[in-house]
Structures are given as C-alpha cells and as structure tokens.
C-alpha cells in the first residue's frame, strides 16, 4: 500500500532542528500506535531522518493529527503539509 508522507525540518523553539513526518492515514481503524510506529520505521528504513511524527486523518469535515504531542500542537495551528514523498508499506 503506498502512503503520502511530509518530511519537513523546522526549526525548534530551542534553536535546533526537528526533523518530522506527518503520514495521510485514510483509515485509522485500528491502533494508531502500531501504525505510526510502522509508517515511522518504514521512512526511517528509507533513510530518513524522523524525530517526531504523527497522523493526519479526517473525521467528518475535520482534520485531526495523532502523535507527538508537541508536533500534533504545531500542525492543529498550521494543517496539514503538502506530501513530499509517499512510502510503500
């Protein structure tokens, strides 16, 4: 199954550089921990680095993130990212 994924680098509110991914999850029937941990490790294995991620899916006519904390309150302020890349899993 191939998933859309944004791989993004910002900066921290500590001056360093987080890198993150937020996956386009259609369906999160299911446990949203196993499938985030497998998303993550499947980019990771591609080479990338990932320190935070999270789920972006819709409920209705909204949009709503599952995953690190600090990233899921960056991305409800932003939205969701435009995909840069899509992984197969």
């Known amino acids: 199954m191939k998933v859309n994924m944004a791989h ?3 900066r921290s509110t500590t001056g360093g ?3 993150f991914a937020v996956f386009d ?3 999160t029937a299911g446990s949203n921990d196993a499938l985030l941990a497998q998303l993550t490790q499947a980019a990771r294995n591609t080479g990338m680095a990932i320190d935070q991620s999270a789920l ?3 409920v209705g006519n909204r949009v709503q ?3 690190s904390r600090s990233l899921v309150d960056y ?3 932003r939205g969701v990212p435009r995909w840069t890349h899509s992984i197969d899993i």
């Open 25 to 27: 999850a259609k369906s």
């Open 56 to 58: 972006a899916f819709r």
């Open 8 to 10: 993004l680098r910002e």
């Open 65 to 67: 993130f599952y995953g």
């Open 17 to 19: 550089w987080i890198n």
């Open 75 to 77: 991305l409800s302020k």
